[in-house]
């Protein structure tokens, strides 16, 4: 008799991949800062940033979330607002540590220079190295927000096909996927 089950195929998936699976993930645009006052947030900005701290907490940010910043000024005072927003409306729980990621500004500031790679491997491996710095596994981290800047939003929000206006201190929840992975083809033989 001829076996007609299908054999599926496993397909090995990375650490830095799985690491986002159970987690949920947000995209943080950086809130508006001023060039001329080394790139300080602007009280426009200051309130840009409280608004993106309400917006994560209404999303189920909370005291086991994970907050990753690039080094720039603007995104290490966007994520931490959030943080002081969250201790204020928190009190009597640990505060949220602002992890800073050069990595993260490498994605998120320059689209074509993560073109090539999986976003996802890179937004993973930015997490465990956060994680390894918390000294904390990312199965206890509920929810992790990455303050970034302005090309990776747009290109979440192109995959998904929405429109690629993305306004200072915006918040997208992301899914891991949203930004397929490059297609590596056999070298010609």
């Known amino acids: 008799m001829i076996n007609w089950a ?4 496993r397909v090995a998936v990375s650490p830095q991949k799985a690491a986002l699976q159970e ?7 950086h809130a508006t800062s001023d060039p001329e006052r080394s790139d300080t947030l602007t009280p426009e900005g200051e309130a840009e940033a409280g608004q993106a701290a309400q917006r994560l907490q209404h999303l189920g940010f909370g005291a086991t979330s994970l907050l990753i910043a690039s080094p720039t000024m603007r995104t290490r005072q966007t994520a931490e607002y959030i943080a002081a927003d969250f201790a204020r409306h928190h009190e009597g729980t640990q505060p949220l540590r602002v992890h800073v990621s050069g990595t993260l500004k490498g ?5 074509g220079s993560w073109r090539g790679f999986s976003v996802d491997e890179a937004l993973g491996q930015i997490m465990l190295d ?3 710095e918390a000294d904390t596994y990312p199965c206890h981290v509920s929810s992790v927000a990455f303050v970034t800047h302005l090309p990776l939003l747009q290109s ?3 995959a ?3 429109p690629a206006y993305v306004k200072p201190g915006e918040v997208l929840p ?8 490059p297609i590596v ?3 010609s033989t």
């Not at 299908?6 to 195929?9: A, I, L, P, S």
């Open 130 to 132: 956060a994680c390894a």
């Open 174 to 181: 992301y899914v891991p996927g949203t930004i397929p992975d």
């Open 107 to 111: 994605i998120g500031n320059y689209e």
């Open 156 to 158: 979440v929000k192109s």
């Open 160 to 162: 998904m096909h929405l």
């Open 23 to 29: 987690t949920n993930l947000f995209l943080v645009r």
């Open 185 to 187: 083809r056999p070298a």
């Open 6 to 9: 299908r054999r599926q195929k």
